[in-house]
Structures are given as C-alpha cells and as structure tokens.
C-alpha cells in the first residue's frame, strides 16, 4: 500500500510474479515532497492482483498489490448436520479436483470448523489444510475431499464365519 499520495513511478513486478518479504514492488513520488519512496512486500508469495499502472496517482493507502502466499491453501467444504457429529479438528481428509480422472489425491488435515450453520442450507462450514508448496492447487477451484473417520482393521472387524468363498476370493458381507 501506498504510505503517501502521490504517482507511481515504477512498478517493478507483474501478475503471477515471485516477491521476497521486504523486496521493493514499486516506487512512488510523493505529492507533498516530491521525494520517491519504495513500496515493500510485506510477506513472500505470489503477486495476484495489480491494482495500479505506472504514471498513476494513488491515494494515501492505497493497495497496489494484492500478494499471497499459496503454499498452504484452504478448501472449504459444507457438511450436512448428520455428517458434522463425526468430524473432528485433525481428522484427515484426502482432496480432490472434482471430474479430475486422476487416481489419489492430496492429504489435508481438518483445521477449522465453523461455529454456526449456514441458515439457508443448515450446512456448517469446515475448512482443511492443505499443502501446497508447487502451487498445483489454486483457490476457487472446485475441489472434492474424502474424510477418516474411523479406521479398522478388517481382521479384527470380521469373525471368519462372517468370510464366504466367491469366484476364487475371500468376501465378507456386512448387516447394517
């Protein structure tokens, strides 16, 4: 942001650009003194927005970047009431690009669940960490996830008299 008013003389980063914390983005010409003062990042990440051109006058405070640091993302998900009871901050929850035909997924970890429901939908939120230090995920893209539950051991879930031979292999069938 622009500390004084005044006109941006150099912009010296462009959209999708790399910036260190501290490293000069831009250079301003104050309106009162005439001086040029350099515009610092204030954090790494990645410059998604440009909110301003060269020659442009700013105001005092005004944003002339928008930056991010993507190598954490945070996909949001809605959960039904019945579905909520179960979750947990830490369960584990395995991403996906939603109509992506790719086997596997990203872990992530639940690490925020919203304090009230959504009044339309009675839908509560749950946001998940998630990895990202390629910057394969982006935010606002559709993504779907899978949560643990509860993991069991098949062996100890299933007596041998609930296993019947089918077609060569060894199943089991499960009374709800």
Same mark, same amino acid.
């Given at each position: ?8 003389? @150099? ?44 020659? @442009? ?57 919203? =304090? ?22 982006? =935010? ?37």
């Amino acid at each position: 942001s622009a500390r004084f008013a005044g006109v941006v003389r @150099e912009l010296r980063k462009r959209l999708g650009d790399r910036v260190e914390r501290d490293e000069v983005v831009a250079v301003v010409e104050s309106n009162e003194s005439l001086q040029r003062y350099e515009v610092r990042a204030a954090l790494a990440g990645r410059v998604l927005r440009k909110h301003v051109a060269t020659g @442009e006058a700013v105001g005092e405070g005004a944003s002339l970047f928008t930056i991010a640091d993507l190598t954490t993302v945070w996909p949001q998900f809605h959960t039904h009431p019945a579905d909520l009871r179960q979750l947990r901050i830490g369960d584990q929850v395995v991403i996906r690009r939603v109509g992506s035909e790719v086997a596997g997924g990203a872990p992530g970890r639940v690490d925020w669940i919203a =304090p009230i429901a959504d009044e339309g939908s009675l839908t509560t939120a749950v946001r998940v960490g998630l990895a990202n230090p390629d910057g394969q995920w982006r =935010p606002g893209e559709f993504v779907g996830g899978a949560v643990t539950i509860v993991e069991v051991t098949v062996a100890e879930a299933v007596r041998d008299s609930g296993l019947q031979r089918l077609d060569g292999r060894d199943v089991g069938y499960l009374n709800e």
